[in-house]
């Protein structure tokens, strides 16, 4: 493999040696619980205060979701809660390169949902007056304005929901250059320093116990992603959370069919920074059934009836593997997430092929344009398909910041922006009361306004 090939690789940021930190500092103003994008965006943030922020991170920058996920950055489709969060991480992006000095592969190249008939092309226009109520620029394209932007497509849309003012990024470069430009602004990255628990003195947070040891902080933030649940489980803290696993792969440089985000029922297609693809199949969601499931079943049955009929369920490892894990751990101990530093689930092969078959269906220029990667991910998602981001009422100065359900690498800066400004008690201009834990236990309907 060229050294090109190799630095294009997604699972570059999984697959390299573990490098665990020769020492912890004795003290910090805040720790962050893990290195995805979120947690290392809030950690950028807070150092450019000047705030004295360490961020451990069990295994890899990016080693999991945020590094596997598709790379759009897009307010289109959004959540309307969600919306002053990415509009703000939108311009965040825009400038990102530049701010930090390092290429995240960011471009602004649009958004396009396609639509399958005339019905269809109606359903995505109501979203129009979300979009007209934020001022954005999204509106509704006819079939030849989008052969403008689709070229070659066998499949005759009759017209499209559109977002110029979308863009992309590289999932594999990106969260890794912020956690360098966090440390270049002050902070302390450190990496294969698994957080065991929380050291609590006189009912409030007093610091974090690590597998290298005890690092004294008031404020902590967990953005642990897919582990945020079992960890506050640990605490006595609920949080509701499933998993979905998504397949993904990446295709070598081939035609150039399109630049920006295209979403159709068959796929999900992303032009990449190399000339190559990033692939997924539009209406496949692995669910793997575990104790969660049914724990959170009530809670969640708005958003399973929502995507019914892309989730695929199934009962293997994973149901065994959550049974097994203890509520509570010594914490002088070996923990779980020494034991599995990297979440790193198979890809679907059959989705694989479904993928394949659909790209060729959809463009079939690209027949021959080799797959030359495949991978998968974990997506942690909240009932309402919304984040959590909220300090524990039970446990003052802890904070999650989770369930992000497949949205948090484009809303990534501006929630680490809005996270950093809950954190120093800074208003950042981000209303974060809809995502406050209690709304599942409060009696707040819960309502999905967008999918995972």
């Not at 100065?397 to 809950?422: C, V």
Request: proline share 6%; with cysteine.
């Amino acid at each position: 493999m060229t050294n090109d090939s190799q630095q294009q690789r997604v699972a570059q940021t999984w697959e390299r040696p573990f490098e665990p930190p020769e020492d912890v500092p004795e003290s910090a103003d805040i720790v962050i619980i893990g290195g995805g994008i979120i947690g290392v965006s809030t950690a950028w943030f807070l150092a450019r205060q000047d705030i004295d922020v360490v961020l451990c991170e069990k295994g890899h920058i990016a080693g999991e979701q945020s590094g596997r996920n598709w790379g759009w950055v897009r307010v289109q489709g959004r959540d309307t809660r969600e919306m002053p969060m990415i509009m703000d991480s939108l311009r965040i992006w825009r400038g990102l390169a530049g701010e930090i000095d390092e290429d995240v592969g960011y471009t602004q190249t649009g958004c396009i949902f396609t639509a399958k008939n005339d019905k269809h092309l109606n359903e995505l226009a109501k979203w129009t007056e979300t979009a007209r109520e934020f001022d954005l620029d999204t509106r509704i394209i006819n079939r030849d304005e989008l052969r403008e932007h689709i070229r070659g497509s066998a499949i005759s849309w009759p017209g499209a929901l559109y977002t110029a003012s979308d863009g992309r990024a590289e999932p594999h470069k990106a969260t890794p250059a912020i956690a360098r430009a966090a440390v270049r602004r002050g902070a302390t990255v450190l990496t294969s320093c698994a957080v065991r628990g929380l050291d609590i003195a006189a009912g409030r947070v007093a610091g974090v116990v690590t597998e290298h040891g005890t690092i004294k902080a008031s404020v902590v933030l967990c953005a642990a992603g897919a582990w945020t649940s079992v960890f506050c489980r640990s605490l006595g803290i609920t949080v509701p959370q499933l998993k979905v696993r998504g397949t993904v792969v990446r295709t070598a440089p081939g035609d150039d069919v399109l630049q920006g985000n295209v979403f159709d029922d068959r796929i999900g297609i992303r032009r990449r920074q190399d000339g190559g693809y990033t692939v997924a199949h539009g209406s496949i969601l692995d669910h793997p059934i575990t104790p969660s499931t049914f724990r959170f079943a009530l809670k969640f049955l708005p958003a399973l009836m929502q995507e019914i009929k892309i989730l695929h369920l199934s009962v293997g490892r994973d149901f065994i593997d959550e049974w097994s894990t203890p509520k509570k751990w010594d914490l002088n101990s070996e923990s779980l997430f020494e034991k599995t530093r990297v979440l790193d689930p198979e890809p679907n092969p059959r989705v694989v092929r479904g993928i394949r078959r659909n790209l060729d269906r959809v463009f079939p220029q690209l027949a021959d344009t080799r797959i030359v990667e495949s991978w998968a991910g974990m997506i942690e998602t909240s009932p309402d398909v919304v984040p959590i981001i909220d300090e524990h009422e039970e446990i003052p100065g802890f904070h999650i910041a989770t369930g992000f359900s497949g949205h948090g690498f484009g809303i990534g800066p501006g929630a680490g922006k809005a996270i950093a400004g809950m954190l120093t008690g800074r208003d950042n201009g981000v209303d974060l009361s809809p995502f406050r834990l209690s709304r599942f236990f409060d009696g707040t309907p819960i309502l999905p306004q967008s999918s995972v």
